[in-house]
Nanobody, 119 residues
Framework: VQLVESGGGSVQAGGFLRLSCAASVGTISSYGIGWFRQAPGQEREFVGRVNWSGTLKYYTDSVKGRFTISRDNAKNTVYLQMNALKPEDTAVYYC?????????????WGQGTQVTVSS
């Protein structure tokens, strides 16, 4: 499986972006997908995850109520809708196959997409 993230960009605080995580090789329809982010000088951190069917979703506290994960298995794609963005959301965002809350529970990481939120 190879994952490709897209949809990043620069927005002002309060704005929104929708990130996509698409499988360029293989299928992800049977797998859970997690979203992580890494700010400059910081460790990569968990943002949220979704199970294979899209029925179970979990988010880190700092994004609850603002970010929403969805998936379209027919398109082999998982989305991260990010609303009410804050400067502290600035990071490179990654998706990966797996489950749980820690990095080691995931594999097949994408290359990441940059999100920059200005105040």
């Amino acid at each position: 499986v190879q994952l490709v993230e897209s949809g990043g960009g620069s927005v002002q605080a309060g704005g929104f972006l929708r990130l996509s995580c698409a499988a360029s090789v293989g299928t992800i329809s049977s797998y859970g997908i997690g979203w992580f982010r890494q700010a400059p000088g910081q460790e990569r951190e968990f943002v949220g995850r979704v199970n294979w069917s899209g029925t179970l979703k979990y988010y880190t506290d700092s994004v609850k109520g603002r970010f929403t994960i969805s998936r379209d298995n027919a398109k082999n794609t998982v989305y991260l809708q990010m609303n009410a963005l804050k400067p502290e959301d600035t990071a490179v965002y990654y998706c990966a196959v797996g489950g749980g809350y820690s990095l080691r529970e995931y594999a097949y990481w994408g290359q990441g997409t940059q999100v920059t939120v200005s105040s």
